[in-house]
């Protein structure tokens, strides 16, 4: 079986196959499979930590086994888990009364894969409710108009997403869409330049440093420098700058366009000859 421990900000979690063990908020859970069972410390008779073997046991009302026991591999992590149970151990109090042991049940997998799907569709992105849009109501157009050769709408169906990914795609890389605030409403200022020196690859490479119509001091961060020290911001987000560097950009663009842009468009030929035999059929 696979057995390993990690590190997370509630402390250790020792875990075996389908069992797992960590405290929480003065508790120990216990997982196996989908159930949990979730022990005070109050109901905790004693930990034993011995070798790569971590038993626990409760007082006899705990409403479940007695003995609890894991095995983990890592002898550090079994007595690291097991001083941090010990830590949360503490007498009833003065009546004697103790907090229950709660049991929690997952559901199911298609049962959860079902309610994480309606929440996304109803509270996530946008995105989500377009694509339950088009499955609902662009398979059954795919399917039921009599467009030919019949076996086109399907494939032009499952092609669509993948051409709107990849052009999607090419726009981010090319900053199509950054270019198109800019030209609607950027401002061009003169800026001063200076070399970024914490850039990587991933970073941007210069610092600049400019002014806005409002007089505002802006230090913002640009990848690339064009020939003139000029630059190029959003009114209405300043940070957000374009270097004038048209004939690099092209290249770029072409590039990025060879790389993602061609394939989505190519992915995309299906569902255009579908829709326009589609706009045909009343007028055959």
Not at 227 to 242: A, G, K, M, T
Request: glycine share 8%; hydrophobic share 45%.
């Amino acid at each position: 079986m696979n057995e390993s421990s990690t590190e997370s900000a509630a402390g250790v979690i020792l875990a075996k196959g389908r069992t797992r063990a960590w405290v929480e908020r003065d508790a120990l859970h216990w997982k196996r499979g989908r159930t949990t069972v979730i022990v005070p410390g109050q109901q905790i008779r004693s930990v034993e930590a011995a070798g790569q073997s971590l038993t626990v046991r409760l007082f006899e009302g705990a409403r479940t086994g007695t003995v609890m026991t894991i095995r983990n591999r890592r002898p550090e992590a079994v007595a690291a888990l097991g001083a941090e149970i010990e830590a949360i151990l503490r007498d009833g109090g003065p009546s004697g009364n103790r907090s229950p042991v709660r049991t929690h049940s997952a559901r199911v997998w298609p049962l959860r894969a079902t309610a994480g799907l309606y929440a996304r569709v109803l509270h996530g992105s946008p995105w989500w409710r377009r694509a339950f849009w088009y499955v609902v109501l662009g398979f059954p157009l795919a399917v039921w108009l009599p467009v030919e050769p019949w076996g086109l709408g399907i494939f032009a169906w499952a092609l669509l997403p993948l051409s709107v990914a990849l052009l999607r795609l090419w726009v981010s890389m090319a900053e199509l869409d950054t270019r198109w605030v800019m030209w609607r409403r950027g401002i061009t200022v003169r800026a001063r330049f200076e070399t970024n020196p914490h850039s990587t690859s991933e970073t941007a490479g210069y610092i600049v440093h400019f002014r806005t119509l409002d007089d505002r001091e802006i230090t913002a961060k640009s990848p690339v420098r064009g020939h003139r020290d000029e630059i190029r911001y959003d009114p209405q987000n300043p940070s957000h700058v374009l270097a004038p560097t048209r004939i690099a950009w092209l290249g770029y663009a072409l590039a990025a366009f060879m790389i993602m842009g061609l394939w989505g468009a190519l992915c995309g030929i299906p569902a255009v000859l579908w829709s326009l035999r589609a706009l045909a059929l009343p007028f055959r």
